[in-house]
């Protein structure tokens, strides 16, 4: 299996996934954050691709749940050094 054929299934799966675990309006978000921010959009996809795997998700995800991930997410992006 070649590189892009892996991408590809990566896409494959995290549409999957993202279509079983958010809700519609958790999904349109998605969609926004995508618009502006699409490398945010990719981080979230791939930890709840992640999370599915790991069985921690067993329920759907809401608009409100998004948004805590999302924080979780931008919490450990603010990191700074400086000298």
Same mark, same amino acid.
């Given at each position: 299996? $070649?590189?892009?054929?892996?991408? &590809? +299934?990566?896409?494959?799966? +995290? +549409?999957?996934?993202?279509?079983?675990?958010?809700? +519609?309006? *958790?999904?349109? =978000?998605?969609? =926004?954050?995508? !618009? !502006?921010?699409?490398?945010? *959009? $990719?981080?979230?996809?791939?930890?709840? !691709?992640?999370?599915?795997?790991?069985?921690?998700? $067993?329920?759907?995800?809401?608009?409100? @749940?998004?948004?805590?991930?999302?924080? &979780?997410?931008?919490?450990? @992006?603010?990191? =700074?050094?400086? =000298?």
């Amino acid at each position: 299996m $070649n590189e892009h054929e892996q991408l &590809q +299934k990566l896409e494959e799966m +995290k +549409k999957t996934v993202i279509k079983k675990l958010l809700t +519609k309006e *958790a999904i349109e =978000r998605l969609g =926004r954050i995508r !618009v !502006v921010k699409p490398e945010i *959009a $990719n981080q979230l996809e791939l930890y709840l !691709v992640q999370l599915y795997e790991g069985g921690k998700i $067993n329920k759907m995800i809401s608009d409100e @749940q998004l948004k805590d991930i999302l924080g &979780q997410i931008s919490q450990k @992006q603010k990191f =700074r050094i400086l =000298r």
